[in-house]
């Protein structure tokens, strides 16, 4: 079983910034999955694709964060970070880690950004 845990969200301006951190467990978990995922649903919008990492290093992002947002990784701490630059209003939702395991999806609880314009 993995748990996920999001943290970092909460109210900033425009053109501001704030760190997302995704916690895995058990300890040692994050070494053996593949690709960590960031996704954020929006109000009254459908779940999307923000970023995700692979083990190898590659790194994927949506074409609406690019340039703007980073993802990585620290398997030492267990954990997933998602900086997030520039933010915009329409960065606003709940922002939630997902990874795919063993033959389980699992998603954790997510955090809520809010940017002020």
């Known amino acids: 079983q993995v748990q996920l845990v999001e943290s970092g969200g909460g109210l900033v301006q425009a053109g501001g910034s704030l760190r997302l951190s995704c916690a895995a467990s058990p300890s040692g978990i994050i070494s053996s999955i593949n690709t960590i995922y960031w996704h954020r649903q929006a109000p009254g919008k459908q779940r999307e694709f923000v970023a995700g990492?692979?083990?190898?290093?590659?790194?994927n992002y949506a074409d609406s964060v690019k340039g703007r947002f980073t993802i990585s990784r620290d398997n030492g701490k267990n954990t997933v970070y998602l900086q997030m630059n520039s933010l915009k209003s329409e960065d606003t939702g709940v922002y939630y880690c997902?990874?795919?395991?063993?033959?389980?999806?699992?998603w954790g609880q997510g955090t809520q950004v809010t940017v002020s314009s």
């Open positions: 990492i692979i083990r190898s290093g590659s790194i």
């Open positions: 997902n990874v795919i395991l063993f033959g389980g999806n699992y």
